[in-house]
């Protein structure tokens, strides 16, 4: 079945950066759209980041400039670079893939920002 596997959350300073990673399995990953949600406590999940199939992308404002998303076809694994990061940026991230109405999740990784 497919599974997603995120990792790389930690504690980070503000104005440090973390590089988020997704192994994704048991799917044929260069077909499906992909992308990064987040929670923080007490708030809607928000898309962050998004990337089609063909490369196109797509962020949220508030991360534009300061977060890049990518995807390597060949190790099945999409990933979330954050630089110049913020406190407002604390919250559980999730990887997504979704191939029309089919949408998998992984289990979420914790970001913290704080000095």
């Known amino acids: 079945q497919v599974q997603l596997v995120e990792s790389g959350g930690g504690l980070v300073q503000p104005g440090g950066s973390l590089r988020l990673s997704c192994a994704t399995s048991?799917?044929?990953?260069?077909?499906?759209?992909l992308g990064w949600h987040r929670q923080a406590p007490g708030k809607q999940r928000e898309l962050v980041a998004a990337?089609?199939?063909?490369?196109?992308?797509n962020y949220v404002d508030s991360v534009k400039g300061r977060f890049t998303i990518s995807r390597d076809n060949a190790k099945n694994t999409v990933s979330l670079q954050m630089n110049s990061l913020k406190p407002e940026d604390t919250a559980v991230y999730y990887c997504?893939?979704?191939?029309?109405?089919?949408?998998?999740w992984g289990q979420g990784t914790q970001v913290t920002v704080s000095s």
């Open positions: 990337m089609g199939s063909g490369g196109s992308t």
């Open positions: 997504y893939a979704r191939l029309r109405s089919d949408t998998y």
């Open positions: 048991g799917m044929i990953f260069s077909m499906y759209g």
